[in-house]
């Protein structure tokens, strides 16, 4: 875990603390590119049965990466080098804690819809949660990955899944690059594999339905919508409203259930059989990702010091500012409105940073979830209900696209890395999403047998 002097740093490489310029240059780059990206907006098109969409974050990750593969040829002002680029990766980790706040806000109010979905949905999240690593770590090993598997493969790789592994890891990490990778994969292939892969096991009808359908609840909106599309197209139509009432509250349980799986599970499982597979499995392949080094950073461009509370300040203020462009934009919701439902984020934030240094034996990702969810829950507290509908006026795809600008600068540092894994991380990305859908799917169709 992260230190107690500064959950959000990260240990796996060292700590860079820039000039105040270059953290102004990144600040400001930051929220040109989540404008430009949001300005873009969503383009679609079709490949064969399946559609896909690209989201602003695709052009923010894309537009902020070609900014920091292109420093060395940009004016000084507006350079952000490799010391920025890892900077921006520890800036990335302590941002995403708002994604955490963000998801434990809309938990708290999903409870009495959770209670209501039944034992098979509760089950069926034990294959989302495991059906990852049971087909992608070993397809990992196989292929020659190393650390990048357990990151890839102990989840689909969603928003609350960086959150983890940034704060176990640290996203300049092996882990950190796997499953930034996973996420990445499944940003842009993501929606297009599923509705695939679902449709070809939907026309098989060896599966009920509905197990189906929970099995297309796999935590990614657009990837359900996708699954469940082509599940319906090879079932009577008069069933569609119920499988689509089916998979929403699979996809609504894996995002309630599937967070605390995976920090309490399923990376520690996975953690573990790496470490038993990969002397067996790892021999088969003469690539090694281990081979790879660490995140490559210039030491002349460098400053080495320690991330503390005011670069995490920075992190929250840099996403909140990306995400009040964003609400505002394309949302179109009011900039009042949005900047006091990112008050009372910050405000949460900042109430769990202090509890994190008064409790410094207890992990920091514990006490924000605990804390964000007990807020969360409707009518529990006098100001419960005010604070959820100040939250509730932030859309969950705001928060991408500051998120993903960081990722994008980070990413630019890694580009040698990335591309020395090449096809690897992205069969073993899309193994992992298909095993979280099969696995669902099976354990569902025991309750419906």
Not at 98 to 124: C, D, H, R, Y
Not at 156 to 170: A, D, F, S, W
Request: neutral net charge; glycine residues 10%; charged residues 10%.
């Amino acid at each position: 875990m992260t230190s107690t002097s500064s959950p959000s740093a990260d240990l796996a490489a060292p700590a860079v603390n820039p000039a105040s310029t270059g953290k102004l240059t990144l600040f400001v780059a930051v929220l040109i590119i989540v404008a430009v990206a949001e300005m873009v907006g969503i383009v679609q098109f079709q490949i064969g049965p399946g559609k896909v969409l690209l989201q602003p974050m695709v052009w923010a990750l894309l537009i902020a990466a070609a900014w920091g593969l292109s420093a060395r040829y940009l004016p000084t002002a507006a350079r952000i080098g490799p010391s920025l680029q890892t900077y921006a990766g520890q800036l990335l980790n302590a941002g995403l804690l708002l994604f955490v706040i963000k998801m434990a806000f809309t938990v708290g109010g999903a409870l009495p819809e959770v209670q209501k979905a039944g034992w098979a949905l509760i089950f069926q999240e034990l294959g989302h949660t495991f059906g990852t690593l049971v087909l992608g770590l070993p397809i990992a090993l196989l292929l020659g990955v190393k650390r990048e598997a357990v990151g890839a493969t102990f989840s689909i790789g969603r928003e609350g899944n960086m959150v983890i592994i940034g704060e176990k890891y640290g996203m300049n990490s092996a882990e950190g690059r796997g499953v930034l990778a996973e996420y990445i994969t499944g940003t842009v292939l993501g929606a297009l594999f599923i509705a695939l892969l679902a449709g070809f096991v939907a026309s098989l009808h060896i599966f009920d339905p509905r197990s189906l359908a929970m099995g297309a609840g796999v935590g990614s909106g657009s990837m359900m919508a996708a699954a469940i599309g082509t599940i319906n197209g090879h079932n009577p139509p008069e069933m569609a409203k119920e499988l689509i009432a089916i998979a929403s509250a699979a996809n609504l349980m894996t995002a309630v259930l599937g967070f605390y799986f995976a920090l309490f599970f399923s990376l520690p499982v996975c953690s573990w059989l790496y470490d038993r597979l990969e002397p067996v499995l790892g021999r088969f392949s003469n690539f090694t990702s281990g081979d790879l080094g660490p995140s490559i950073v210039s030491a002349g461009e460098t400053k080495h010091g320690t991330f503390g509370f005011s670069d995490s300040l920075l992190a929250w203020i840099t996403v909140a500012s990306g995400v009040l462009i964003g609400n505002s934009l394309t949302y179109k919701v009011p900039l009042l409105e949005s900047g006091a439902g990112l008050l009372v984020m910050l405000a949460v934030v900042l109430l769990v940073d202090v509890l994190a240094r008064l409790l410094p034996k207890v992990p920091h990702i514990i006490i924000l979830v605990v804390v964000t969810t007990v807020l969360g829950i409707p009518g529990l507290l006098p100001f419960s209900n005010a604070m959820i509908g100040s939250v509730d006026k932030l859309n969950f795809l705001a928060f991408t696209t500051p998120v993903l600008t960081l990722a994008g600068f980070s990413v630019a540092k890694d580009l040698p890395i990335f591309r020395r894994l090449s096809w690897r991380i992205v069969v073993v990305s899309l193994t992992a999403a298909a095993g979280t859908f099969l696995g669902a799917t099976l354990i569902a169709e025991f309750f419906h047998r």
